[in-house]
């Protein structure tokens, strides 16, 4: 038996830690010895929740892994170490520390760094980034002594960013140079809806604004604006966008696009075959992904190439669910294909405080993206059609109010039996319903929590979870064996019994549920 290759990891954010964790789940040492760079002091941790940071301030909750872990794989996790050059030539890298570590493959995972415009008074104390567990920590710190806050970016980097400064008490001001929040994201109306919301909790929004400089002799002071106007504020914060860490690339050599970005084929592979990029670094089809789901799958597809998997990369997922200040927010597929190749079915109920905005093919018989604001509850189930290359078995006016007000209670399941063995269901971990039907066969998985365990599904996020039940129970009632009906894990009544109760019985509220069993 060989002796395993060397394989180098540069990066250890979320993506660079799916990769290790996919490379074990195939590998398990046998082909590979891999040895991981990170250059902050910690493991790596959930950036897509860092505002959750300011809640428990516990940067050990954040975690999604430990070195410990990274020892029982078997795997060199060097954590506070930045590697400084790629040498391709002797294929090593060396780093900050001195060392140099040879490499038979080397995977770059290096991410992004945060955009700031070049404007006068970056400079001043008060001034702050939000991208990292030490970026808020210093903005803990400083908050303390601060009354007002402006934020310089409204799409999704800037409204968590908001959010985080809302939540230490602070006067919230939101900057944005385009006409609407979220201008990637959403639309006019989603983007009303969203401002209205936001603006109801005190939250400042200043739109087709753009900043000329931060103000202050050596402290903030305040933002003024390319039209004169100006914002008294004692803290600026800056997320107004990202840009691909690709200096390590680009000094060695490797191709990068004109805009940046490590440039790779189908396979991810970059100019040297050697060398493989993945993240927000890749250019991949001339798109850089800022989102977590795509990275992940260019990770699972790049450890599967390495363990002798035929895969590539045929563009990732362009979805977000966040939660915004409070308000669910949801983004998905195309969404500005309006005209001769889609078109749009709109829900709008301004007292409840909803938008669904669907789009379709010419025929009504696919699904190709939407927006949702205030209820984000069938995204993963529309998420998952829109993969899917198959005819919708429901008519777009149904999808659009949604699949709890759906006439047939079958309606969610029927969906669910609708999709192609390669759709996505679980989004956070890149799980296909062909991956958990061939789990639910192979292992004989008759409960929830087993098929979570078994594929990973459902334990990110959660939001595919009334799906995978779906497809449990379509399998089980496939197999000739009794399913359950309950809503979900946690609620043993089915949508019937529970009509019952709240028709017969009249309860209103679950409490009284709970007290009567």
Known sequence: MSSPRALVVVGHGMVGHRFCEALWERDRGRTWRVVVFGEEPRAAYDRVGLTQFFAHRDASRLGLATPELYQQWGMDLCLGERVTRIDRVRQRVETDKGRTVPW?????????????????????TGVFLYRTIDDLERILAYGERCRRAVVIGGGLLGLEAAKAVYDLGLETHVVEAAPRLMPRQLDEAGARLLQEKIEALGVHVHLGKSTQAIIGSSEVAGVRFRDGSEIAAEMVLFSCGIRPRDELARAAGLAVGPQGGVIVDNSLRTSDPRVYAIGEVALHGGKIYGLVAPGYEMAEVVAANLCGEAREFAGGPLATKLKLLGVDVASFGEIDLEGGTARSVVYE????????????????????????????????????????????????????????????????????????????????????????????????????????????????????????????DAELAAAGQTTRKQLCEHFPYSRQELLHIVKVKGYRRFEELLRSH
Do not use: W
């Not at 992004?112 to 001043?124: D, H, I, N, R």
């Open 104 to 124: 038979d493959v080397l995977v770059l995972a290096t991410g992004s760094f945060p955009f700031v415009p070049p404007v006068a008074g970056t400079e001043l």
């Open 349 to 472: 109920d301004p007292f409840a405080g909803i938008y669904r905005k669907l789009l379709f093919d010419r025929q009504g018989k696919r699904l190709l993206g939407g927006i949702l604001v205030g209820d984000t509850s069938d995204y993963n189930t529309l998420v998952a059609l829109t993969r899917s290359n198959v005819e919708l078995p429901a008519s777009p006016g149904v999808l659009v109010r949604g699949l709890a007000a759906a006439p047939s209670p079958s309606a969610p399941a029927s969906i669910a039996s609708s999709l192609g063995e390669a759709a996505t269901v679980c989004s956070c971990h890149s799980v296909t319903k062909g991956r958990i039907t061939a789990a639910i066969r192979e292992h004989q998985l008759r409960e929830l929590s087993e098929l979570k365990r078994h594929t990973r599904a459902g334990t990110g996020c959660g939001g595919c979870t009334p799906m995978l039940q779906q497809i449990l």
